[in-house]
């Protein structure tokens, strides 16, 4: 099931957030006396104001999930028609005038309305957020305020909001509501401050880009042949790039992790789609449409190099799959397909001299097209010789710096 995340721009996009808002607060939780009106939306002021941005997460074609993002432009903000948050307001303007002799720009995050069925889907909510602190960065706001639903404040403190008083009754809607607040530059570490600290350059350069896909195993992200608008960062998770031969057998060409782009070569030529794409294990990609790409690529000359560099890694790679399919034997496939597996690993954070494929065995022989059982035994091998750790649900490569790498190990098998 593949869920889309972005900001409602169009008349339509901006009627399903307001009609999720409705369908959440007065049809399923009876908020605002069920806001019996003939439309089925709860639309209000901040709406209509210039620095407002609805996200919207669409499952398929079904609105399923917003969240709104305003920044403050002179006639208050959403949270402050529930809480007073002059005295907040006071002493952080004074303290960060202080401190770094410019105003401090006040935003909020608010009308969270997450539908039943996909309220257990945390991945959902956490891509709307993370949007939301995007937004708040790239609008440049420094504090962010929130009247939250008090079912709802662990969530907000895990993403480092604090409460700045009780909980209150509010009559018209019928629900607790707690004040938090935090800073826009927590909200943007917690969402994207691993990213700060290491150098995967297409994703920090579109980290905060304004859609995001969520994939479960085995979605289909586009087929080739088919025409093409957009292009593809890997936030989390694996995606494998494949082509399907006439009588139907399917060839992996490459897979790809964390920080890797895919779906550009359409985008540069024009042409169909050159290879089909679909996830391995649960993924989030951040969507990068034509003009934002190309867009960055005539702006920044570098971007041009590091693409060069992506397309001569890939035609070596091909060059090498064209010598394993020459070839033939699992024992080389197999080889292969580690080493792809290896290049797209994520560093374990608790144990950062290894790193972690997140797939299954099965997944492994499906994607190198070979034998389970084959799969299996070289993996016990190289379990043996320490050079991987495994179980049903990933491959944990072992810190290779003065060992022999797994390739070694596998040509070492088969001679
Ligand atoms: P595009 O042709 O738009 O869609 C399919 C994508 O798969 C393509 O862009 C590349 O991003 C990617 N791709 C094509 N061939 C390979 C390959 N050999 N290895 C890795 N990725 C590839």
Known sequence: MTVRVKVASSAKELEDVFWVRHEVYATEEGYFQGAKDDKQMIVDEFDALPMVANIIAYCNDEPVATLRINLDSGQGLPPEEYYDFSAYRQRIAREWFSEHGTQARFGS??????????RHRRDVIRAMFKMGAGIGHAWEGTHIIASINAKTAEMYKRIGFEALGEQQWVVEIGEY???MA????AFYYWA?????ENNSTFLNLFSSRFQRLLLGPDDIIFRENEQATEAYVIDSGLVRIFRTGSGGNVLTLGTLGRGELFGELSLIDTKPRSASAASISNSELIVLDREDFISELQKNPARTHEILQIFAERLRRADELAVVLANGSPVIKMEYALNDLRRSAITDGKR?????????PLEVARNAGIDEADVREFLNRLMQQGVIEYNEHQIRFMDMSDAPSASD???EHHS
């Open 352 to 360: 950062p001299s290894t790193s972690i494929a997140r797939i299954s």
């Open 182 to 185: 935090s800073t826009f530059r």
């Open 177 to 179: 509501i707690l004040p």
């Open 409 to 411: 190990e596998l040509a």
């Open 192 to 196: 994207f401050g691993d990213l700060l």
């Open 109 to 118: 995050a608010g009308m969270l309305a997450i539908r039943k069925p996909w």
